[in-house]
T-cell receptor, first 115, second 112 residues
Framework: NAGVTQTPKFQVLKTGQSMTLQCAQD?????MYWYRQDPGMGLRLIYY???????DKGEVPNGYNVSRLNKREFSLRLESAAPSQTSVYFC??????????????FGPGTRLTVT | GESVGLHLPTLSVQEGDNSIINCAYS??????FIWYKQESGKGPQFIID?????DKRQGQRVTVLLNKTVKHLSLQIAATQPGDSAVYFC???????????FGSGTKLNVKP
């Protein structure tokens, strides 16, 4: 049981390049999330998918797109990377059944640098 | 407590002492809170949660206190160990269990 996995672990992009961050979970969770974490700050929600087939914007969606490919996989795409998108990106998942606690399980993160 | 900008507040404690980490939340409508622990190079990990109809909740070696009057949460760690060294975040939720708002965190440094 690997939990939440993310690829790649590290990436360097030039301004204007595009890339897709991949995330997969093997816990049969309905909900999946993408966050970014900037130095000395908490996590900020980019997009989430409450269930397969749905996606919604979070706090900071501009410059990103997402795809919920199936129940296991949720990808984040940067169409034209900007230096302001330099950050650590975390994917998380959560079951939407069973009530409290509403615990999100996080992946190990992708460290992205845009030059 | 919470930080602004690049520098996390740091709490340094001696191994075996108790630690208290504070968090001020922003929205009086927040009704559910979680504490997470983040070790260096890893994703956050759930520690304990509390709902707004409670003022205290205990787990294994951890206690969360909620003061809704002043919008303040604290995390108490008993008998702090070197493995507790990490950044601790509180997260608040307002009636939508998909949207959590994270504080900027406090770094806990445990001295042997």
């Amino acid at each position: 049981n690997a939990g939440v996995t993310q690829t790649p672990k590290f990436q360097v992009l030039k301004t204007g390049q595009s890339m897709t961050l991949q995330c997969a979970q093997d816990m049969n969770h309905n909900s999946m999330y993408w966050y970014r974490q900037d130095p000395g700050m908490g996590l900020r929600l980019i997009y989430y998918s409450a269930s397969e087939g749905t996606t919604d914007k979070g706090e900071v969606p501009n410059g990103y797109n997402v795809s919920r490919l199936n129940k296991r996989e949720f990808s984040l795409r940067l169409e034209s990377a900007a230096p302001s998108q330099t950050s650590v990106y975390f994917c998380a998942s959560k079951t939407s059944t069973g009530g409290f606690p509403y615990e999100q399980y996080f992946g190990p993160g992708t460290r992205l640098t845009v030059t | 407590g919470e930080s602004v900008g690049l520098h996390l507040p740091t709490l340094s404690v001696q191994e075996g002492d108790n630690s208290i980490i504070n968090c001020a939340y922003s929205n009086s409508a927040s009704d559910y809170f979680i504490w997470y622990k983040q070790e260096s190079g890893k994703g956050p990990q759930f520690i304990i949660d509390i709902r707004s109809n409670m003022d205290k909740r205990q787990g294994q070696r951890v206690t969360v206190l909620l003061n809704k009057t002043v919008k303040h949460l604290s995390l108490q760690i008993a008998a702090t160990q070197p493995g507790d060294s990490a950044v601790y975040f509180c997260a608040e939720n307002i009636r939508n269990f998909n949207k959590f708002y994270f504080g900027s965190g406090t770094k806990l440094n445990v001295k042997p």
